[in-house]
C-alpha cells in the first residue's frame, strides 16, 4: 500500500534538480548521491546541527527521529540504542573509530558519551561485524568528537533547559589551531529532577502507588563531562590524543526497585532533586591516541585506547531470601578495564579500493557489593579482515570482504558471602558461579553492490555476522533487583550467527525524495532470556537460551518541498519476528518493537534571521505480538512541535531551538520502556528551549 502511493506520487512529479531537505539535513542531489554511492549498507549520516536542532533528554532520544532508530529509555536523562529491534551486545558503539566499552548488558543505564560533544555521527543498520567484529550484529551508531579547529580560536556555548523534569544544562567547547598544532576543550553540566507522567498513580505487583504532583519520585540526575584533545595535522602526518570523562548520577524509581521501599524512612517527595535511595552512579575514562597517515593512493591509521569504567549500584540494605540484612548501601559495583588496538590501512589500485585491519582488545572486570547478578571476568579478542570496492563504472560499484575472529572468555567462580540451608540440615556458601575458560572462532563475510540509474540509486547487501556470548550470558546467576526476576545464564552458548539480505532504493528527483530499505534476517542460533514457569527464591526464573529466528522488516521514509516555504515528511517502519524453535516456537522475540509512523510538515522564512516551524505526528501501532508473561501495550499517537531561529553575525552564529515534545499531554506506554514492566507511562508535555552560540 505505501509503495503504491509513492508511485502514485512519482508519476505527478517532473522538477528540475534542486536541493533535497530531509529531517533537518540539507543536501544537494549531487552529494547524497557520492555519500551514497559508499557503501552498499542502508546507512545515515547526521551532522552537529541535526543534533542540536533535534536535542532530547539523552544521544539515543535525539537520534529517534532517524527511521529504524529507538532508544530504550531509562528515566528521562538516559537510553540505550536499538536498530531495527535489537539492542544492547547486538549494537556496536563507536566513538572515534573505538568501540565504547561500557556494562552495554545491562538495562538501565545509558551510554557514557557526551552527545553535546558530538560534531556528526553515522548508523549503520544491520549486520556490520566483518569491519567491526563481535556485538555489531545488528548495527553500529559510529560517532565522531574529533573535529580538527581551522582557525585560531573557535568554539561554541550552549544553554538549555527542559520543563518536564526541571532540567538545566551548559555546555561549552572552545579550540584553536597554530600552525599545524591544534588543541580542543569541552566540558558539560546537565541537572534534572524527578519527571512528571500523566498520570496520579500506578500499579506494581498489585498495588497501587500514589505519585506527589505526578512526579516519578527518585528519578533525579546529575552529569558532568568533560574533554581534551591535543593534535598535529601534517599533509601526509595526523595524530591526536584525546582524553574524557563522563560521569552521572541518577536515582532509581524507588517504587521499582522492590515493595521494601514502603518501610523506608527516607521522604522521597521532599524535593524533587534529591537523589535518595537506590540511585546508581558511573565514571567512564577514556584516553584515545590516533596515529595516521598518507600519501598518494595509500593510507594507513592506528588507533590505540584505554577505557574504565566504574559503575555503582547502592540501595537500602534489606535482607532477601537467606541474605542476611547486609551492611552498608552497596548492592553492586562494576569496575571494567579495556584496553584496544585497531590498525587499518587503505590501497587504490585502478578501480579498487582495498582495506586490510586489525583489531584486538582485552577486557579485565572486576566486581563489589553484596549482591550478585555477573561473575568477574577477562576475555581477549582479535580479528582480521580484507575488504575490496570495485568500481565498474561510475554508476556501478562492487565489495566484498572477509573476516576471521578469535575470541577468549575466562570466568572466575563466586560463592555467596552467606549461607544457605540444605535438605540434609546442614548450610553451605552457595555457589553461584563456577571457573570456566571459552574459546570462540568466526569466519564471516560480506558482499553488495551498489547501482546508479538515472535518479535512483539502488544497493544489496547479503552477508553473514557473529556475536560472541557475553559473561552474562553465560554466567549470570542471581536476583536483577531492578526488574524484579531471577536470571540464570547458560554455560553451553554457542555464538550467535546472523544471516542477513539488506536491500534499498533511493530516489532524488527534484524537489521529491523517497528511500525504502527492507531486509531479511536469519539467526540459527539467536540468545534471549527466556521466562519460565519455575520460581528462585521467590521470584520468576528466567533462564538464557538459544533457538532458530526468522526476522524482517522495512524502513521506508519521503519528503517533498511545495515550495521556498514549505516542506513535508513522512516516515515509517515495521518489523517482524518469529522463533523457530525453543520452548517458545511460533512466538515473537521479548520486547518487540511495534510498527510506527511518522508525518511532519515545516515552514521556513526570512524574518531577522533563518526561522523553521514544524509540526510533526507520532504514531505508533499496538503490541500484542508477545513473549508471555510479557503484557501487550496499546498505540498511542504523540504531537510534537518544534521552531528554530538562526542568526548569523560577522563572524558567527546564534541559534534558537525550541521543542514541545507530547504536547497533548497524552497517557502512553513506550514497550521497550525499561519503566513499562512497573506500568509506569511515558513522561507528559515537556517544552525544552536550546540556545547556542557558535563563534
Not at 582479535?382 to 576471521?404: H, K, M, Q, T
Not at 521497550?672 to 536550546?690: A, I, K, Q, W
Request: charged letters at 20%.
Amino acid at each position: 500500500m505505501i509503495l503504491s502511493l509513492l508511485a502514485v506520487s512519482l508519476c505527478a512529479v517532473s522538477l528540475a534538480d534542486s536541493t533535497i531537505t530531509l529531517e533537518n539535513v540539507a543536501v544537494t542531489g549531487q552529494v547524497r548521491r557520492e555519500q551514497e554511492m559508499r557503501q552498499s549498507q542502508a546507512a545515515v549520516h547526521v551532522n552537529r546541527e541535526f543534533v542540536e536542532e533535534n536535542f532530547a533528554g539523552s544521544l539515543m532520544q535525539t537520534l529517534e527521529e532517524i527511521p529504524g532508530v529507538k532508544a530504550m529509555s531509562i528515566g528521562s536523562g538516559q537510553s540505550k540504542p536499538v536498530i531495527r529491534g535489537l539492542g544492547f551486545n547486538r549494537i556496536s558503539v563507536t566513538e572515534d573509530g573505538v568501540k565504547h566499552e561500557g556494562q552495554q548488558w545491562g538495562s538501565d543505564h545509558g551510554l557514557e558519551i557526551d552527545q553535546y560533544a558530538i560534531d556528526r555521527a553515522e548508523i549503520v543498520k544491520g549486520p556490520a561485524a566483518l569491519l567491526y567484529g563481535s556485538d555489531a550484529i545488528g548495527g553500529v551508531l559510529n560517532l565522531f568528537t574529533n573535529h580538527v579547529p581551522m582557525r585560531n580560536i573557535e568554539g561554541s556555548v550552549h544553554l538549555f533547559g527542559r520543563t518536564n523534569n526541571d532540567q538545566w544544562g551548559t555546555s561549552a567547547k572552545i579550540g584553536g589551531r597554530h600552525n599545524r598544532f591544534f588543541y580542543r576543550v569541552n566540558y558539560t553540566h546537565i541537572d534534572y529532577a524527578d519527571y512528571k507522567v500523566p498520570t496520579d498513580s500506578i500499579q506494581y505487583y498489585s498495588y497501587y502507588i500514589r505519585l506527589h504532583d505526578r512526579r516519578l519520585r527518585n528519578t533525579a540526575g546529575r552529569e558532568r563531562n568533560g574533554g581534551v584533545m591535543l593534535g598535529y595535522a601534517g599533509y601526509h602526518f595526523h595524530a591526536d590524543v584525546r582524553i574524557s570523562d563522563n560521569y552521572a548520577k541518577s536515582g532509581f524509581f524507588a517504587n521499582a526497585h522492590g515493595l521494601e521501599v514502603r518501610l523506608s524512612d527516607i521522604d522521597y517527595d521532599r524535593s524533587p532533586r534529591d537523589i535518595d535511595l537506590p540511585y546508581q552512579s558511573v565514571n567512564h575514562l577514556k584516553v584515545l591516541g590516533h596515529l595516521a597517515w598518507h600519501k598518494d593512493d595509500f593510507s594507513a591509521d592506528v588507533n590505540l585506547s584505554y577505557q574504565n569504567n566504574l559503575r555503582e549500584e547502592r540501595s537500602e540494605a534489606v535482607s532477601h531470601g537467606y541474605m542476611p540484612r547486609p551492611e552498608g548501601t552497596l548492592e553492586r559495583r562494576f569496575d571494567k578495564d579495556t584496553w584496544t588496538a585497531n590498525a587499518g590501512a587503505r590501497y587504490h589500485w585502478q578501480k579498487h579500493e582495498f582495506r586490510i585491519g586489525l583489531n584486538s582488545e582485552f577486557q579485565h572486570n572486576r566486581c563489589g557489593g553484596w549482591g550478585f547478578i555477573i561473575p568477574e571476568f577477562e576475555s581477549f579478542s582479535s580479528g582480521a579482515y580484507l575488504f575490496d570496492r570495485y568500481e565498474l563504472s561510475d554508476d556501478l560499484v562492487l565489495n566484498a570482504g572477509v573476516r576471521y575472529d578469535y575470541a577468549r572468555t575466562r570466568i572466575h567462580g563466586y560463592c555467596d558471602w552467606f549461607k544457605t540451608p540444605l535438605a540434609t540440615g546442614d548450610s553451605v556458601y552457595k555457589q553461584r558461579s563456577e571457573p570456566l575458560s571459552r574459546h570462540f572462532y568466526s569466519l564471516t563475510w560480506a558482499a553488495g553492490m551498489t547501482w546508479a540509474v538515472e535518479d535512483w540509486i539502488l544497493k544489496a547487501n547479503v552477508g553473514k555476522s557473529f556475536r560472541v556470548p557475553i559473561p552474562k550470558e553465560i554466567g549470570a546467576n542471581g536476583i536483577n533487583y531492578h526488574i524484579f526476576r531471577y536470571e540464570q545464564g547458560n554455560i553451553g552458548l554457542d555464538p550467535e550467527e546472523s544471516y542477513q539480505l539488506d536491500l534499498c532504493a533511493i530516489l532524488s528527483k527534484g524537489c521529491f525524495s523517497v528511500e525504502v530499505d527492507p531486509f531479511v534476517n536469519y539467526f540459527p542460533n539467536y540468545i534471549y532470556l527466556n521466562p519460565t514457569a519455575a520460581y528462585v527464591e521467590g521470584l520468576q526464573l528466567y533462564q538464557y537460551r538459544q533457538a532458530r529466528v526468522f526476522r524482517c522488516g522495512f524502513e521506508a521514509q519521503a519528503g517533498y518541498r511545495f515550495s521556498s516555504h514549505w516542506e513535508a515528511d513522512f516516515q515509517t517502519e515495521y518489523l517482524y519476528s518469529e522463533q523457530l524453535s525453543g520452548e517458545k516456537k511460533g512466538y515473537t522475540l521479548p520486547f518487540s518493537v511495534p510498527w510506527s509512523m511518522d508525518a511532519g510538515a515545516k515552514y521556513s522564512f526570512a524574518w531577522a534571521g533563518e526561522n523553521t516551524i514544524g509540526l510533526k505526528i507520532h504514531i505508533v501501532g499496538a503490541q500484542d505480538e508477545i513473549v508471555p508473561p510479557e503484557k501487550p501495550t496499546d498505540g498511542y499517537c504523540a504531537v510534537k512541535l518544534s521552531a528554530m531561529k538562526k542568526i548569523s553575525l560577522a563572524n558567527s552564529t546564534l541559534k534558537l531551538a525550541f521543542h514541545a515534545d507530547n504536547l497533548l499531554n497524552r497517557r502512553y506506554f513506550d514497550h521497550t520502556s525499561y519503566y513499562r514492566l512497573n506500568d509506569v507511562p511515558e513522561p507528559g508535555r515537556n517544552f525544552s528551549l536550546m540556545v547556542a552560540y557558535d563563534f
